[in-house]
């Protein structure tokens, strides 16, 4: 019979075993991703290994998301390509080092919340545009080093292997999660491969990998007021797209594991890692959801994942180039290919029915955006754009005026409804009656707020038509927050505010 100690004991020794064997797995399945978008950014293969080794090892002892991985991203490597093909990798490296120190600065500042104004449609449309590139890349080892596609036995050793490989990783997890999935496709595929003698290709004819640890470096670049102006661009944007895609793999990891992952945290273990990267020969990265699944689907739900998989990478750059070698990539596209299967949010086209059009329209431009451009950055952002543009429309269109005379008084009341912003000041003033014959109008807010710039200079506008035709106008029940706008622009608008005694704002409408 268990008592609570020894089931403390026996679940602290299955976590220890699940992360030490997806730490494994996953340093298997980031070794060809990352030598490829090496390849990519027109850098030696050896560059995206030690890349990913620095960034996985320091994002998991310093990151704030358990569980995810991190490692030489090719949305970073596409950036940097003009800049390496034009100027040169030690460019490239000043670079990285940049995109690290602002990285950590945008951690620092707590700026990495704002990652949460993303909405669903979004985040659906990124997982989905990633699942495509994803399996899309990985048709790539169907072709022989020259370039050429597989065909005759070639061909078919490779597909019977990526089945057998996919089918262990798909159905293994269905009958025991005791051993991850991942690892058992690779030493499979393997053994089958070196029994039959099948040849197919390995990861040794990508590149050679035999390596040692990476040497300090600093970039051979002059440090003046020319290179920094050539450099900074690019450093803002690898920065801005590697915190996207690391971001939003935080928020999909959260979502997955039920857990809160600290983004703020995360942002600074990312830039200390593009840091480290800058000075040891390094080409930038953050993290990458596609190795992040293999991780989570082999049991890696913690730090320790991560760090074994990081140091992993260096253990076989030195000792362990040979075996590695071995490995068909059969065994690690069939991995993919369920990776990208399980990326792929399924259940967004069942609800396509029943949802705004905007939202499925949204999710649908971010997908086709992720895989044409290849650009996480670029997709999230336009379809940010879009969702906010919407949002403001709709909100424009809630806004009404309601007018009341007060015959007896000669007073021309108008009751706000909504909030007043960019979109609905246009409303707000076509909604007013400026030639009307009264001793005075009153604007009451009391359901409504003035939010912005925008709505401010509205307000200006409609009491200086008014003040044409000698109508002086109110402004009444004004919350704080709105009365803190009016005054500091007060320099440069002339407005009359009604003090109304009773009218209190509930504190937390106040917050």
């Not at 020794?13 to 950014?41: D, H, Q, R, W, Y």
């Amino acid at each position: 019979m268990y008592n609570l100690k020894s089931i403390k004991e026996e679940y602290k020794l299955i976590t220890l075993k699940n992360e030490i064997l997806s730490g494994l797995t996953t340093s298997l399945a980031l070794m060809p991703e990352c030598i490829a978008f090496a390849i990519v950014a027109h850098l030696d293969p050896l560059t995206g290994l030690v890349t990913a080794g620095i960034i996985c090892l320091i994002t998991s002892l310093l990151g704030g998301r358990p569980g995810m991985i991190s490692g030489a991203a090719g949305s970073v490597a596409i950036v940097s390509v003009a800049l390496i093909v034009t100027y040169g990798v030690e460019y490239l490296y000043l670079a990285v080092i940049i995109m690290g120190l602002i990285q950590i600065l945008v951690g620092a500042l707590k700026l990495a919340k704002f990652i949460r104004l993303v909405p669903q449609p979004v985040i659906y449309g990124f997982l989905n545009g990633l699942a495509i590139i994803i399996f899309l890349s990985q048709i790539e080892q169907f072709k022989t080093p020259s370039g050429t596609w597989l065909s005759g036995l070639p061909l078919i050793f490779m597909l019977v292997l990526v089945v057998i490989s996919s089918l262990i990783m798909y159905f293994l997890p269905k009958l025991t999660k005791k051993v991850p999935s991942g690892l058992v496709a690779i030493i499979t595929v393997t053994l089958i491969n070196l029994i039959f003698n099948l040849k197919t290709k390995t990861i040794g004819d990508i590149a050679s990998i035999a390596s040692g640890l990476p040497k300090f470096h600093i970039p051979m670049v002059p440090i003046t007021f020319q290179s920094i102006s050539i450099v900074l661009p690019y450093a803002i944007l690898m920065a801005a797209v590697g915190l996207i895609e690391t971001l939003l793999t935080v928020n999909v990891v959260d979502e997955m594991t039920n857990t809160r992952g600290r983004a703020n945290k995360e942002s600074v273990a990312q830039g200390i890692a593009n840091t480290f990267c800058g000075f040891f020969h390094g080409m930038g990265g953050c993290a990458m959801i596609g190795q992040t699944m293999v991780n989570l689907e082999s049991g890696g739900l913690k730090h320790l994942s991560g760090i074994i998989a990081g140091s992993l990478i260096f253990i076989i750059l030195i000792f362990g180039s040979s075996i590695v070698n071995i490995i068909p990539m059969a065994a690690l596209v069939g991995v993919m290919f369920v990776v990208a299967f399980n990326t792929f949010k399924w259940s967004s086209l069942k609800v396509i029915n029943h949802v705004p059009k905007i939202d499925m329209a949204v999710m649908i431009i971010v997908t086709v955006l992720t895989v044409l451009l290849n650009n996480l950055a670029i997709a999230v952002l336009v379809g940010v754009i879009i969702s906010t543009l919407n949002m403001a429309w709709q909100s424009s269109k809630r806004i009404t005026v309601i007018p009341t005379l007060d015959n007896k008084n000669n007073i021309q009341y108008y009751e706000v409804r909504g909030p007043l912003f960019f979109a609905s000041c246009m409303n707000f003033k076509e909604s007013l009656d400026y030639n009307i014959k009264v001793d005075g109008v009153v604007i009451n807010f009391l359901d409504s707020r003035i939010v912005d710039q925008s709505a401010i200079i509205a307000i200006n506008e409609v009491c200086k038509k008014y003040k044409e035709n000698n109508i002086k106008v109110y402004l009444s029940h004004l919350s704080h927050d709105c009365l803190e706008l009016l005054d500091d622009a007060s320099e440069f608008i002339e407005i009359n505010i009604l003090e109304d005694p009773y009218y209190r704002i509930p504190s937390n409408e106040l917050d």
